[in-house]
């Protein structure tokens, strides 16, 4: 896992050397805010300001949560969903699988998320989560190294985030587990 922060990690400070950026502001989002948070925390002098968007990765797995997906209790579907995750299969990757279907996908998955919004703006979020999830792959591949199924660290922040120097903003989304 280690391994995965490095190699996201020492590109973005190859890129910001490269840049002659000396200190900086700090926004991340999701997969990113994680990421963020560790540069932040091993590049304290680096970062004037945090800024993590729905990060991933910050609290710890609840109680009996791997039961869910291998038990003998376990529904067909979460054991697919580990067995897929496992094997390195994103949800990025099906999206891309299911061709035509794709977008009928997902408007499925943002009808259901977004229930509370105004349909304009849940059109607008189907399409750019469409677009942003459709393309050809790239850090999604880190996701099974850092992530465990549903998206928790395999070394959460929460035991890390004490150590941030910068002044550090959160702004979280309610998203419902399973």
Not at 79 to 101: C, D, E, F, I, Y
Not at 103 to 114: E, K
Request: charged share 20%; net charge positive; glycine share 8%.
């Amino acid at each position: 896992m280690l391994q995965s922060e490095d190699f996201f990690l020492s590109s973005f400070e190859s890129w910001r050397a490269a840049s002659g950026i000396e200190n900086f502001v700090l926004v991340g989002h999701s997969l990113g805010g994680y990421l963020s948070a560790v540069y932040a925390l091993r590049n304290p002098s680096r970062v004037d300001k945090l800024i993590l968007v729905s990060p991933a990765g910050i609290p710890t797995k609840p109680d009996g949560w791997d039961d869910r997906f291998s038990g003998p209790k376990a529904p067909f579907l979460y054991k697919l969903v580990r067995t897929l995750w496992q094997s390195n299969w994103t949800p990025q990757m099906l999206l891309r699988g299911a061709g035509h279907l794709g977008p009928r996908l997902m408007r499925t998955y943002s009808d259901r998320r977004f229930t509370t919004l105004d349909p304009e703006k849940v059109a607008l979020l189907r399409e750019y989560y469409y677009h942003i999830n459709a393309r050809a792959g790239s850090g999604e591949y880190a996701l099974n190294t850092i992530l465990t199924v549903g998206a928790f660290a395999r070394k959460p922040l929460l035991y890390r985030l004490s150590g941030l120097k910068p002044p550090t903003a959160f702004l979280c989304t309610y998203i419902r587990v399973c």
